[in-house]
Structures are given as structure tokens and as C-alpha cells.
């Protein structure tokens, strides 16, 4: 089975601090994916990216940005995390045009 | 207007009863459609993909009508363990080796004895 881990189940951070996210999948997949869910607003793509250095904006890509340097890995960067940034944060990786697999996801509280 | 709508519910199911629900999408060019499954604090899982054709896969019946632009699953039989929140799921082509996934919001069973 496809594995894809992120690296911090809860995280809580200060506003105005610089976040890393990170995501790894085990496949050898070339799409991969950051969504944020909130209550009430489902879950929402910010940037996702289909091979090593590219990256494609999502729905929400403002204040995030992204580093894919390797296949395996996908960071998520909140630059100057702020109070809306606290929110769930899904990882998923997908090797051809179907479904993916998400990681268990981050909790960041941002204070 | 969302690229994917579904009824957030929840849909309160009597133990051993039928329910069924749907959701529409907007992008008639989507391609491919899946209805996965998320349980509280968990993150989505895949329950199953959508063909034209219909789908079954035990209790669990999908559908996906392209006229009308929605699909549908169907649950027979429910348990308490089919309580959980049922996300639909479009996925559509943005580049030649690419794919995006659109979730929709998410409908909420709850199966009671």
C-alpha cells in the first residue's frame, strides 16, 4: 500500500513565525497535493504539483508556498503563519489519474 | 457556485435501513469520480470509484449519470459502523501528466440502532 507520512500530527506555532510542513510518500508518485480542511468549508487544494521543481497554484495558494526538490517529498511553507492558518492539513500523493492517498494529516494552531 | 455540492446532512439512519444521497458537479469535462470516506479526526480514505456504468461493492452502490451532472452512492443494509462523513470526489485533467481532485463538502451519516 501506498504510504504517505507527514512529519507532525499537532503542531502549534506563534504568529508571525515561519512553518514548515512536510510530506513524504513511499510510491514513487508524480502528482502530489496540499488541501486544508476546515468545518464547514471541506476541503480546499493550496498548491499541488506533478513532477519534481513544478508546482501549480490551488484554490487557496495565498500565504503558502511550496518546495518540491525530490519525488518523495512535498513541503508546505506558511511564511508568516497568521491565526487563519490554523486549520487541519492533508498531504496526498497519486501516481496516475485516480484516487490518492492522504497522510493523517497536521493540526496547526497558530496563537 | 461550488465546483462540487453535496447535502451536508447528516442523514439519520435507522440500523439495517437504505439511504442514498448525491452530489453534482459544475465541470462537464471532469473525468473521473470517486466517493471516499472520512471518519472524525481521520484523514479521507477511498471507498470507491464512480463508473458510467454504475458500481457495486458489497452494501455500497455508486452511480454516475453525465446528463445531469451528479453522482450518487447508495448504502443497503447500514451499519453503525457506516456512520462517518461521505466526501464526493471529481477529478479533472489540468495538464498532460497532471490531475486535480475537487472535493465537495461532505455528507454526514449517522446510522443508529
Known amino acids: 500500500d501506498v504510504k504517505v507520512t507527514q512529519s507532525s500530527r499537532y503542531l502549534v506555532k506563534r504568529t508571525g513565525e515561519k512553518v514548515f510542513l512536510e510530506c513524504v510518500q513511499d510510491?514513487?508518485?508524480?502528482?502530489m497535493f496540499w488541501y486544508r480542511q476546515d468545518p464547514g468549508l471541506g476541503l480546499r487544494l493550496i498548491y499541488f504539483s506533478y513532477d519534481v521543481k513544478m508546482k501549480e497554484k490551488g484554490d487557496i495558494p495565498e500565504g503558502y508556498s511550496v518546495s518540491r526538490e525530490k519525488k518523495e517529498r512535498f513541503s508546505l511553507i506558511l511564511e508568516s503563519a497568521s491565526t487563519n492558518q490554523t486549520s487541519m492539513y492533508l498531504c496526498?500523493?497519486?501516481?496516475?489519474?485516480?484516487?490518492?492517498?492522504f497522510g493523517s494529516g497536521t493540526r496547526l494552531t497558530v496563537v | 457556485r461550488k465546483e462540487v455540492e453535496q447535502d451536508p446532512g447528516p442523514f439519520n439512519v435507522p440500523e439495517g435501513a437504505t439511504v442514498a444521497f448525491n452530489c453534482t458537479y459544475s465541470?462537464?469535462?471532469?473525468?473521473?469520480f470517486f466517493w471516499y470516506r472520512q471518519d472524525c479526526r481521520k484523514e479521507p480514505k477511498l471507498l470507491m470509484s464512480v463508473y458510467s456504468s454504475g458500481n457495486e461493492d458489497g452494501r455500497f452502490t455508486a452511480q454516475l449519470n453525465r446528463a445531469s451532472q451528479y453522482i450518487s452512492l447508495l448504502i443497503r443494509d447500514s451499519k453503525l459502523s457506516d456512520s462517518a462523513t461521505y466526501l464526493c470526489?471529481?477529478?479533472?485533467?489540468?495538464?498532460?501528466?497532471?490531475?486535480?481532485?475537487?472535493f465537495g463538502g461532505g455528507t454526514r451519516v449517522l446510522v443508529k440502532p
Open positions: 470526489v471529481v477529478n479533472t485533467l489540468i495538464k498532460a501528466a497532471g490531475n486535480k481532485l475537487t
Open positions: 510510491m514513487d508518485h508524480e502528482n
Open positions: 465541470n462537464s469535462a471532469s473525468q473521473s
Open positions: 496526498a500523493s497519486s501516481g496516475e489519474a485516480r484516487g490518492y492517498t
